[in-house]
């Protein structure tokens, strides 16, 4: 299933800037940035259980917020991208 990850870290202080990167770095473990705190990712249910579960470890729930919007399978039909930015294939080759 697809699901598209968003956040919002408190960077005013040194912690919130290490969570942010944090956070950052471990979205990157399961999908694709498309924005700057935006990230696309292709994950099983049990993959979405085991992100989600990271994810709340490493926020301050106080402080920053965290959103997940589950596109599910038919995913391409609810993404429209329009700009300079070439969006990818979530299903192909992704050569690191």
């Known amino acids: 299933m697809m699901i ?3 956040y ?3 960077t005013t202080t040194a912690k919130g800037r290490r969570r942010l990167q944090k ?3 471990y979205c990157q473990d399961y999908g694709q940035r498309v924005q700057n705190s935006v990230f696309e990712c292709n994950v099983d249910y049990a993959q979405l259980l085991a992100f989600r579960c990271g994810l709340l470890k490493l926020i301050n729930e106080k402080e920053d917020s965290l959103r997940i919007y589950h596109l599910g ?4 039909t609810k993404i ?3 700009g300079t930015k070439v969006a990818y294939d979530p299903e192909g080759v992704i050569l690191v």
């Open 23 to 25: 956070v950052a770095k």
């Open 8 to 10: 919002d870290i408190m």
């Open 4 to 6: 598209l990850i968003t």
């Open 73 to 76: 399978k038919n995913y391409a």
């Open 80 to 82: 429209e991208h329009y």
